[in-house]
Structures are given as structure tokens and as C-alpha cells.
């Protein structure tokens, strides 16, 4: 669909189109009054952004409530598009193994069919429907897309996308937290997810990290258990975490301090988090590269969409499972080596114990390398960018990853007859060339737009989500 259209295009719920369960309807107001503010095509979308939620936002700009109205419809035509593809992503992340789809979804976030006006109030607290002679008149029905307009903060510098933002808020969105409760999908602490593991989610860990989980559950149960286990599960304290330490000893498991364990601990749990949370799934509709629209997945069956063979479909979770955990290892190791390339340079050996700093500053303060080098004690901006590297530390964790999946994928492929027999010609090359087509679409490739950014650039990527991970860890 071409980009602005999407500002006078509702996504709405369809009982005509049962298959995909939503259809995209023509707004003419929204069509007319976008086409009369932007009528040069080559406005950059960033600047249609701006301009329609300055008006739409800013009650201190002088103009009609009809006009803001106006704005903000066009708006709301635009974050139906997230708002969608959320629902489809949680739809996804559960595979087959539950009792409801995507379509189950709508109802509670496509809520907006476009035909009436809405502005805020003087505080930007409530949202305002204008009657048919344009004045403001309360609501007690709240539309979804409003409210995600009227919580954006599009004036700081630190805030994400509104594409990003409106797919957070329906994620987030309590009505469908409390809908996915109802299955048994809720949010927990990593201490919850430990204690909470089943066999099945067992199964798909390293012998070591099963045998981490299972001296967990020997001491933290016990605990729970002999405390009633009855509330929050709280975080393990050090006598748990000694006690864990010893246990792991008797089965020739080494870590090092109870600070270690609880590290080793929190990223089991993040392995266990993907049975439980959306963040790593394929959605069932995609960006095309070459026109940026979504489209449906060429891969999935058409008579059959909403499900995937069941092998397909585990060896997809295991797929999004060991890809996390390679990133992460990934990261660790490559930050480990950069660390020890500097430490053995005569030039850059002083500043080694500031990369770790450095690269915080870049990644979550949005920092660019000519203003953290001072910071560090570099001279210049070519000092900083050879200190700190973003690029080349992203070419190698992306190495480490392919690396590491490579064998995991390779075997499991092969155990369900996904793959061809590795004897054929050329087969293993096709195979890394697969996982790299993969791992770039799923992380790479939005993580090395991010460093070629200007100023002001927002770090919102799932290899800068896992680098902010690493720093709260190692902090």
C-alpha cells in the first residue's frame, strides 16, 4: 500500500473478509484534508508526521478544533497499520498451542470506525468528540487509536517511533493482558518464569542451564514453599544463591561467585521469557523491502493461515529461541574480544577500561561519538570512533551469531527433514547464507540503520535492546 494512503486508510474489523478478519476503508474527509496540507508528494514523511500531530496535539497552537480534528483522524488511519500487525505478533508468539487467533484480538484494540472527530482537552487528559456543529463534548467511550495519539510524547527527544509506540501501547494494553490472562499467557518476573518451568520448556535448554534451573527449583521452592509461596516471588538472595552455587558444584558446574549465578539465572529466564511474551516472533504479515508495505508471509499455507505444521512450528520457536541466546552470547563475546584487541594496543590501551562507558552512552543516551570522546578523555572524534567501534563490534556480533546458530539450526533442520542432506553440492553455503538473510531481517539490518543515523537517533532495535540488557547486567 503506498505510504500515504495510510493516513486516509482505516484499518477496521471485517465480518466480509473472514479470512484475514479486517479489511482497509477510505476516510475522505482524511483523504481531502491530507492532499490539501501536503499537496508536493515529495514531502518527507518524518515532516507530514510532525505537522499533523503539532496540530493535532498542541492545543496552544491557534487553530480550529475541526482542523486539529482533521489531524488527528489522518493519525488514527496511520497507527491502525501497528495496531494490526501487534495483534498479529501476539497471535504468532503462541503458536498453535493455544485457543484463540489474531481475529480474537481486534475487537478490543480496532475499535474506531472513523466517522466521528476527536480532539483533546485544554490539559491533554481527555480525549473530546465534536458534535455535528464542531464543539467539544465529553466522551465515556474511549477509542483505542485516541488514546495512543494522546499518550505520545512527540516533542522529546528521547521517545520512540509512533509506529513503535502505538504497537508498545496494544501490546501493553490492559484489556488484552487481561483477555490473555484468561489463557494462561501473563507477564512474569524472571523468578516467576524459573520457578514456574515445565518439562517441555526443560527440554529445549543446554544440559547446563537444566541443571542451573534444577538446583534452582531445589532451594527457591523449598523456600517458597516452607513461606507459603503466596505472593510475588521475590528475588533469590545470597544464601539461596550460595546454596545454588554448591549444588551446581556436585555436578561438576562451576560458577564462580552468587553474584554469577544470579546472572546465569536471569539469562535462562530470558530463554524461558520467549514461551511467554510476543517480542521475538515472526508476525504473519511482513515488509516488503523494495515497496515498505506489509504483506502476507509468502511462506505460510493459504489454507491455512492462522496455523503452521506442528513441526514447522516448533522448529520456528526453536529457531527464535536459540537466536536470542546466540545474540546474547554474541554480545558478550564480542564486547569480551574488543576489550582485549584494545587492552594490547599501545595506542588505545589507556582508554580500554572506557569502552564498556562509551558504548552506554551511545546506546542508551542517544550520545554520538564527537560528544562522548571528551567525556573519556579523547582528543578527537577519530579517536572516539576508534576506540569504540560501533560498527565493527556490530560485524562481529553478527559473525558470533551466525557462528553460533549454525550447528543448532543445522541439526535440528535436519531431525524433522526441513533441510536437504548436507552432502548435496554447496549445501552448507546456502545454509550460512540462509541464517545470515535471516538473522539480517530479524536484527542486523534495523540495528546497522540505527548507526548511520543522524542526531537524535533513537537506539530501539532488538540488538540495542539486548546491549542495554548486557549494561544492566554487568552494571
Same mark, same amino acid.
Given at each position: 500500500?503506498?505510504?500515504?494512503?495510510?493516513?486516509?486508510?482505516?484499518?477496521?474489523?471485517?465480518?466480509?473478509?473472514?479470512?484475514?478478519?479486517?479489511?482497509?476503508?477510505?476516510?475522505?474527509?482524511?483523504?481531502?484534508?491530507?492532499?490539501?496540507?501536503?499537496?508536493?508528494?515529495?514531502?518527507?514523511?518524518?515532516?507530514?508526521?510532525?505537522?499533523?500531530?503539532?496540530?493535532?496535539?498542541?492545543?496552544?497552537?491557534?487553530?480550529?478544533?475541526?482542523?486539529?480534528?482533521?489531524?488527528?483522524?489522518?493519525?488514527?488511519?496511520?497507527?491502525?497499520?501497528?495496531?494490526?500487525?501487534?495483534?498479529?505478533?501476539?497471535?504468532?508468539?503462541?503458536?498453535?498451542?493455544?485457543?484463540?487467533?489474531?481475529?480474537?484480538?481486534?475487537?478490543?484494540?480496532?475499535?474506531?470506525?472513523?466517522?466521528?472527530?476527536?480532539?483533546?482537552?485544554?490539559?491533554?487528559?481527555?480525549?473530546?468528540?465534536?458534535?455535528?456543529?464542531?464543539?467539544?463534548?465529553?466522551?465515556?467511550?474511549?477509542?483505542?487509536?485516541?488514546?495512543?495519539?494522546?499518550?505520545?510524547?512527540?516533542?522529546?527527544?528521547?521517545?520512540?517511533?509512533?509506529?513503535?509506540?502505538?504497537?508498545?501501547?496494544?501490546?501493553?494494553?490492559?484489556?488484552?493482558?487481561?483477555?490473555?490472562?484468561?489463557?494462561?499467557?501473563?507477564?512474569?518476573?524472571?523468578?516467576?518464569?524459573?520457578?514456574?518451568?515445565?518439562?517441555?520448556?526443560?527440554?529445549?535448554?543446554?544440559?547446563?542451564?537444566?541443571?542451573?534451573?534444577?538446583?534452582?527449583?531445589?532451594?527457591?521452592?523449598?523456600?517458597?514453599?516452607?513461606?507459603?509461596?503466596?505472593?510475588?516471588?521475590?528475588?533469590?538472595?545470597?544464601?539461596?544463591?550460595?546454596?545454588?552455587?554448591?549444588?551446581?558444584?556436585?555436578?561438576?558446574?562451576?560458577?564462580?561467585?552468587?553474584?554469577?549465578?544470579?546472572?546465569?539465572?536471569?539469562?535462562?529466564?530470558?530463554?524461558?521469557?520467549?514461551?511467554?511474551?510476543?517480542?521475538?516472533?515472526?508476525?504473519?504479515?511482513?515488509?516488503? %523491502?523494495?515497496?515498505?508495505?506489509?504483506?502476507?508471509?509468502?511462506?505460510?499455507?493459504?489454507?491455512?493461515?492462522?496455523?503452521?505444521?506442528?513441526?514447522?512450528?516448533?522448529?520456528?520457536?526453536?529457531?527464535?529461541?536459540?537466536?536470542?541466546?546466540?545474540?546474547?552470547?554474541?554480545?558478550?563475546?564480542?564486547?569480551?574480544?574488543?576489550?582485549?584487541?584494545?587492552?594490547?594496543?599501545?595506542?588505545?590501551?589507556?582508554?580500554?577500561?572506557?569502552? %564498556?562507558?562509551?558504548?552506554?552512552?551511545?546506546?542508551?543516551?542517544?550520545?554520538?561519538?564527537?560528544?562522548?570522546?571528551?567525556?573519556?578523555?579523547?582528543?578527537?572524534?577519530?579517536?572516539?570512533?576508534? %576506540?569504540?567501534?560501533?560498527?565493527?563490534?556490530?560485524?562481529? %556480533?553478527?559473525?558470533?551469531?551466525?557462528?553460533?546458530?549454525?550447528?543448532?539450526?543445522?541439526?535440528?533442520?535436519?531431525?524433522?527433514?526441513?533441510?536437504?542432506?548436507?552432502?548435496?553440492?554447496?549445501?552448507?553455503?546456502?545454509?550460512?547464507?540462509?541464517?545470515?538473510?535471516?538473522?539480517?531481517?530479524?536484527?542486523?539490518?534495523?540495528?546497522?540503520?540505527?548507526?548511520?543515523?543522524?542526531?537524535?537517533?533513537?537506539?530501539?532495535?532488538?540488538?540495542?535492546?539486548?546491549?542495554?540488557?548486557?549494561?544492566?547486567?554487568?552494571?
Amino acid at each position: 500500500m503506498e505510504t500515504s494512503s495510510r493516513y486516509w486508510k482505516i484499518c477496521q474489523i471485517s465480518l466480509t473478509h473472514e479470512r484475514a478478519g479486517y479489511e482497509y476503508r477510505s476516510l475522505p474527509l482524511a483523504q481531502e484534508f491530507f492532499q490539501t496540507q501536503f499537496s508536493d508528494s515529495s514531502t518527507a514523511q518524518n515532516s507530514i508526521q510532525t505537522t499533523l500531530l503539532s496540530q493535532f496535539q498542541a492545543p496552544e497552537v491557534a487553530i480550529a478544533p475541526t482542523q486539529s480534528a482533521q489531524a488527528g483522524l489522518c493519525l488514527r488511519c496511520n497507527v491502525s497499520y501497528p495496531i494490526l500487525k501487534a495483534c498479529q505478533k501476539i497471535d504468532n508468539s503462541y503458536g498453535g498451542d493455544k485457543q484463540f487467533t489474531y481475529h480474537d484480538l481486534l475487537p478490543f484494540v480496532l475499535n474506531d470506525d472513523g466517522k466521528e472527530l476527536f480532539i483533546f482537552s485544554s490539559d491533554g487528559k481527555t480525549q473530546l468528540k465534536l458534535d455535528s456543529s464542531g464543539n467539544p463534548q465529553p466522551t465515556t467511550f474511549k477509542t483505542f487509536t485516541v488514546e495512543v495519539l494522546r499518550t505520545f510524547k512527540s516533542d522529546s527527544p528521547s521517545s520512540m517511533s509512533l509506529d513503535n509506540w502505538a504497537f508498545l501501547q496494544t501490546k501493553q494494553y490492559p484489556e488484552l493482558k487481561k483477555f490473555l490472562s484468561e489463557f494462561g499467557f501473563q507477564h512474569h518476573s524472571d523468578w516467576s518464569l524459573l520457578n514456574r518451568a515445565r518439562p517441555k520448556q526443560l527440554e529445549q535448554l543446554s544440559e547446563r542451564d537444566r541443571l542451573l534451573v534444577e538446583a534452582f527449583h531445589a532451594v527457591y521452592r523449598r523456600d517458597r514453599r516452607q513461606q507459603s509461596g503466596v505472593g510475588k516471588c521475590p528475588d533469590p538472595n545470597t544464601a539461596q544463591l550460595s546454596e545454588i552455587r554448591l549444588q551446581l558444584e556436585k555436578q561438576c558446574i562451576v560458577i564462580s561467585t552468587p553474584i554469577a549465578v544470579l546472572k546465569a539465572l536471569k539469562q535462562v529466564a530470558q530463554q524461558l521469557r520467549q514461551h511467554d511474551i510476543w517480542s521475538y516472533r515472526t508476525p504473519l504479515e511482513v515488509q516488503n %523491502v523494495e515497496s515498505g508495505n506489509y504483506e502476507l508471509r509468502y511462506d505460510l499455507p493459504a489454507h491455512a493461515l492462522d496455523e503452521l505444521d506442528g513441526e514447522q512450528q516448533e522448529f520456528l520457536e526453536f529457531l527464535q529461541q536459540r537466536l536470542q541466546l546466540a545474540l546474547a552470547q554474541a554480545i558478550e563475546q564480542g564486547i569480551a574480544a574488543h576489550l582485549m584487541q584494545l587492552e594490547k594496543s599501545r595506542k588505545y590501551a589507556q582508554f580500554a577500561s572506557s569502552f %564498556v562507558s562509551g558504548l552506554q552512552r551511545y546506546y542508551c543516551e542517544g550520545m554520538s561519538l564527537r560528544e562522548i570522546g571528551p567525556q573519556l578523555g579523547m582528543s578527537s572524534w577519530d579517536q572516539a570512533r576508534r %576506540v569504540l567501534n560501533p560498527g565493527e563490534l556490530l560485524s562481529q %556480533v553478527r559473525a558470533l551469531t551466525v557462528q553460533q546458530l549454525f550447528d543448532q539450526i543445522l541439526k535440528k533442520a535436519q531431525s524433522y527433514g526441513l533441510v536437504s542432506d548436507a552432502s548435496e553440492p554447496g549445501y552448507l553455503k546456502t545454509l550460512a547464507e540462509q541464517i545470515e538473510a535471516f538473522i539480517d531481517a530479524e536484527i542486523f539490518a534495523e540495528a546497522a540503520t540505527e548507526i548511520k543515523a543522524g542526531k537524535n537517533r533513537l537506539m530501539n532495535s532488538v540488538y540495542a535492546q539486548q546491549l542495554k540488557l548486557y549494561f544492566k547486567q554487568n552494571a
